[in-house]
């Protein structure tokens, strides 16, 4: 059996010891996934949803394909002393990010945002009954914090608005690929120190690959094939590059430094980020209410994530 490489000790390691490492990755994974609504929906009468879940996964696996490949013996063996869980994990991932491009072909940016927002909980929730992680009440009171910043946002500041929300099938399955997610984060803890971090999301990916294609199949027969497009090629490239390689990539490590029930309070940037970028490309205003929304939301996660700070502040002394 071939060795697998060792990565060299530079200043990316120190930088790890850091602070404000899982913050940025967690940052910079939000700021990705949320290109995923934005390109879905913009996308979705022109490009079919597993079709464009199937060739996204595609195209991010023949990224990642060279980076894994001088360890591709190492890598093998690995897949399968673990290949049950893992191709567990992988469905789920794969059913659940593709349930968002379906939804989205029924339902709303705004309500899927909603119900985005419910995935902090449903995370927190499962970690504390199957990872017994404990959350202490301020760090609760952080969770609640960031759900009223993302309703803030989506009613515009009027609560009543939301008993007025038009729900669909598409908010059910919204609802069904958040609890998904949740599932995942919880699920790949128990791959994350076997894998490095390129190496378990490939893994994921082929299974998703392999694991969508006969539904793309179907979709390509019976509903809409994929057309050549430049709309069909720009949205696909994009979700693979940064929703699927970099925002899941940054995802997995994020969970990895801070565990799920942490990580997922970051979930909440993702309709903030979604409209900062509405406001770039899309020319929308900029409202009062998305000022108090951002207040609650940084209000909430710098609450969660406080006493992570501190230990990684006790870890970076200890270590230095």
Known sequence: MTDKIKPTYSVLNQFKLSIYYPILVLVISMLCISLNHVIGRGVHLEVPPVGLGFWRCFVASLILLPIIWPNRVYLISTIRSHFQILVVVGIILTVSTTSVLIALHFTTATNAAMINSTQPI????????FLNEQLERQQKFGVLLGFMGVMVMISKGDFHKLINVDYNIGDL?????????????IKLKSLADKFTAVELLFSILTVGTLFLLPFYIIETIYYHPVIISPTSLSSIFSMAIFVMVLGILAWNIGIQLVGPSMASIFLNLIPVFGAVLSMIFLGEQFHFYHFICFLFIFAGMLMVLRRSLQNLKLVNKIVN
């Open 122 to 129: 449903i995370t927190i929730i499962l970690a504390w009954l």
């Open 173 to 185: 399955i919204s609802l069904a690929a958040m609890i998904g997610l949740a599932v995942y984060s």
